[in-house]
């Protein structure tokens, strides 16, 4: 099984933004212990501020994964774009 993650806008700042609110980790520090969680799954991560490179990753891999678990951060409220690739 091949899952693939992408965060948007500002989740590179984990760990270092607001660590009272956001917790000190940053995702690519928690990514390997997610990965020892779930061995069974390749569990492959993107990271990206930028809408379009979101929108690209998103078709790039849409089609040739079991999954995908995107947190637009901001764009979740702004992006027609994303709504609407991530919807199909």
Do not use: W
């Amino acid at each position: 099984m091949k899952i693939q993650i992408i965060n948007g806008p500002n989740l590179n700042l984990l760990g270092v933004r607001q660590p009272d609110v956001y917790g000190s980790c940053s995702f690519e520090n928690f990514l390997p212990q997610l990965r020892a969680h779930f061995p069974e799954v390749e569990i492959e991560y993107y990271q990206s501020n930028i809408e379009g490179e979101l929108l690209d990753k998103l078709q790039e891999v849409g089609f040739g994964c079991d999954g995908v678990v995107l947190n637009a951060g901001a764009y979740t409220h702004t992006s027609l774009a994303l709504a609407t690739v991530s919807a199909h």
